[in-house]
């Protein structure tokens, strides 16, 4: 046996928290934004919140694909709109309630994740871009060639007279809904980032082919990174039909949704978990305000003003600004 | 004399009309230190992506360790301790330099994932004072001995260092050859592909030419460097 002595560690990296205790700090957290809403009690406290929180759960699903694995995924509108019609086919179909609805649209969504990945996962870079958008246009086609869901028309969802308690109105149910989707996808993507799933991601991001090499298995690991941003972004989608009440292929297939869905991880900090956060709750919270000072209009044209204007200053986005260049 | 870690059998490649690789025969035993040598363009590359599982052949076939490795993909082939570097240093950028390591430990699933293994490897390449570091902060030297540390971590049988020497002076050259000379007293077979034809003599026990894609010699270094045939292939007629 040598007797050479084992090589000292690095230098301490900063104690980082569990798997456990994150997801139980996210719960409280949940738990007291939504007493916090509660507390409040207007619709319009309700309705703004919903909306500033789909947008977290969107841009922290987009950000599982493009922010850890690199793919930058154009069609985050298609799975928002898959999860939206999922709600309204099931709902009129078989009569289900939000919540089943949901757990159907994140089935829908990964399927559709993990079609699209193995359709169009070995393209890279702009080519894997624009098959994305591909798929939003295919889709948006076939929904509203579909008159079952309402066609080009769209659909009117109603909402359940009745609400559980103890929540004062559907507004509310909803909200808290949403609070707990949010919170759930951002503990996903922060126990993903601190994986292994995560550092196997990253590494082929950052090189495909000498991932490969060390043993990663990168076409798997796309294949489940599309299939979990998939499915999460559908399930963001589910409720929209509830929230207008009104649902129809040109809003639930908005560019807002796919433009938002990449500027906010990129304007948080795209490849962490807590980016698409940040950027999203600045990014919508800007447009809420903006819709109702401003005009509703003026929504895209401020998240471009915000883009480029990060782009320019901070590439890394705003999580790239606290850590230093590295 | 030891077992036959790799065999190559009429080993072919074409890229459109273009022959890249032309029924090359190789042999390698355990332990053995092989230099693979031949100009620019001669086919070096492309055998060991074709051994490596970057790209198939469209003839022949390898057998590692006994068994064939037609079908397998990369990582399969990174599983089965058959480890490469590349030309070109190519870490994982977005990760430090202890990351990088923990990458293979985690995949490759041939050696234990922990950090006292992960400094094993970076200690094992004089690395280790560096294991918080990104890799752009690394000289080109480091960069290599990254390559080597994150080909180690994998346990290989069987190593591929693509011309692991370009581009450095003669004393990091001779650092990079004392590194590769204490894997394979380790265990590791290597195979060499170099254009430092004082690494590759130093090092080689047994050296291959290939020229246009064919293998025109194998043999004892000396023997082979003075082959007609080898001197026309780097000096011309």
């Given at each position: 046996m040598s007797d050479t002595a084992l090589p000292a560690l690095p230098s301490p990296a900063p104690r980082r928290m569990g798997h456990g205790s994150f997801w139980i700090v996210t719960i409280i957290i949940g738990l007291l934004v939504a007493l916090a809403l509660r507390g409040l009690g207007s619709e319009y406290g309700y309705f703004a919140a919903t909306f500033v929180l789909q947008y977290i759960v969107l841009a922290t699903a987009w950000n599982i694909l493009g922010g850890y694995a690199g793919y930058v995924n154009f069609g985050a509108a298609a799975f928002f709109a898959a999860g939206a019609y999922t709600t309204v086919a099931m709902g009129k179909a078989?009569?289900?309630?939000l919540l089943p609805c949901i757990a159907l649209a994140a089935l829908v969504g990964g399927a559709l994740g993990f079609g699209t990945g193995i359709l169009t996962l070995r393209l890279r870079g702009a080519y894997f871009a624009i098959a994305t958008l591909c798929l939003s246009v295919v889709l948006q086609t076939l929904v509203v060639n579909w008159d079952y869901v309402g066609g080009s028309r769209g659909a009117y969802v109603l909402r359940p007279r009745e609400v559980p308690w103890p929540f004062d109105g559907y507004s509310g149910l909803l909200c808290t809904v949403m609070v707990a989707m949010a919170a759930a996808s951002v503990a996903i993507s922060r126990t993903i980032q601190k994986s292994r799933l995560g550092l196997g991601l990253t590494a082929l991001r950052d090189d495909e082919a000498a991932a490969e090499a060390a043993g990663v298995p990168t076409l798997k690991l796309k294949l489940i990174a599309t299939s979990i941003s998939g499915a999460m972004m559908a399930a963001a989608g589910a409720p929209l039909p509830y929230l207008g009440s009104y649902v129809e292929p040109n809003t639930a297939f908005g560019m807002a949704y796919a433009v938002n869905a990449i500027a906010m991880p990129l304007i948080g900090?795209?490849?962490?978990?807590s980016g698409p956060l940040i950027g999203a709750v600045l990014l919508a919270s800007l447009q809420q305000a903006a819709t109702v000072?401003?005009?509703?209009?003026a929504n895209l044209m401020i998240v471009g003003v915000v883009l480029v204007g990060f782009v320019c200053l901070a590439p890394h986005g705003i999580v790239g600004l606290f850590r230093g260049r590295r | 004399m030891s077992e036959i870690v790799l065999r190559a059998e009429g080993v072919g490649k074409r890229f459109g009309g273009f022959t890249a690789l032309s029924g090359v025969d190789l042999e390698v035993r355990a332990g053995e230190r092989l230099g693979l040598i031949g100009p620019n363009g001669s086919g070096k590359s492309t055998f060991t992506n074709c051994l490596a599982g970057a790209f198939p052949s469209h003839d022949g076939a390898f057998t590692f360790k006994g068994q064939k490795l037609a079908g397998l993909k990369s990582h399969e082939r990174a599983r089965r301790g058959l480890a490469r570097t590349f030309q070109l240093p190519r870490p994982f950028r977005g990760m430090t330099v202890i990351d990088n390591i923990r990458v293979p430990l985690a995949y490759a699933?041939?050696?234990?994932?922990t950090d006292e293994r992960a400094m094993e490897c970076l200690e094992s390449v004089e690395l280790a004072a560096k294991a918080n570091r990104m890799p752009k902060e690394l000289t080109q030297v480091e960069l290599r001995r990254l390559e080597l540390a994150r080909a180690t971590a994998l346990k290989p049988e069987l190593l591929i260092a693509d011309e692991a020497m370009a581009g450095l002076s003669h004393a990091e050259v001779d650092q990079i050859l004392a590194l590769l000379f204490r894997l394979n007293e380790a265990g590791t077979t290597i195979i060499m592909i170099e254009h430092v034809m004082r690494a590759v003599t130093e090092f080689s026990q047994r050296l291959a030419v290939l020229v246009a894609g064919k293998k025109v010699a194998d043999g004892e270094p000396r023997a082979v460097l003075s082959m007609p045939e080898v001197e026309e292939a780097y000096l011309g007629r």
């Open positions: 078989l009569g289900l309630s900090g795209m490849g962490t978990w000072t401003i005009s509703s209009a | 699933g041939r050696d234990a994932a």
